[in-house]
């Protein structure tokens, strides 16, 4: 996992420039699923380890919990990414980041929203202020 902040900084700037390549042919408009497949293949071709659907476990009481929590893609075991087709980020997406987040004690995360006009828009970087 990285820790350092440039690292970390220019990991995103190369998970936000796949998912740019994919808007760019794409544009908005489209289900989730298929921006998900796309940026996928770009991601993998720009040589980042991806988790996609990654299942992300709750522990209680010492206890793992079994909730069906599960992310969209988790890049080189740092970086969670979220991806939607929606008319804005609203506070609920937010809230499921940032719950990946401290449940993964990832440092940073992406919500990317597909359905923007322009991606660059629609990117909105999550920090995980809770680190373990």
Request: aromatic fraction near 6%.
């Amino acid at each position: 996992m990285l820790t350092n902040p440039a690292g970390v900084n220019d990991l995103t700037r190369t998970i936000i420039g796949c998912g740019v390549k994919v808007h760019r042919v794409l544009g908005p408009g489209l289900l989730e699923s298929a921006y998900a497949a796309c940026f996928e293949l770009e991601m993998r071709e720009s040589g980042l380890a991806i988790e996609v659907n990654k299942p992300v476990p709750l522990t209680y009481r010492g206890l793992r919990i079994d909730v069906s929590y599960r992310l969209d893609f988790l890049v080189n075991e740092t970086v969670v990414v979220e991806l939607k087709a929606v008319d804005a980020i609203g506070p609920i997406h937010l809230a499921q980041v940032l719950t990946y987040l401290r449940l993964l004690d990832a440092p940073v995360g992406l919500i990317m929203n597909f359905n923007a006009k322009v991606l660059k828009d629609g990117v909105r970087r999550v920090i995980n202020s809770n680190p373990k």
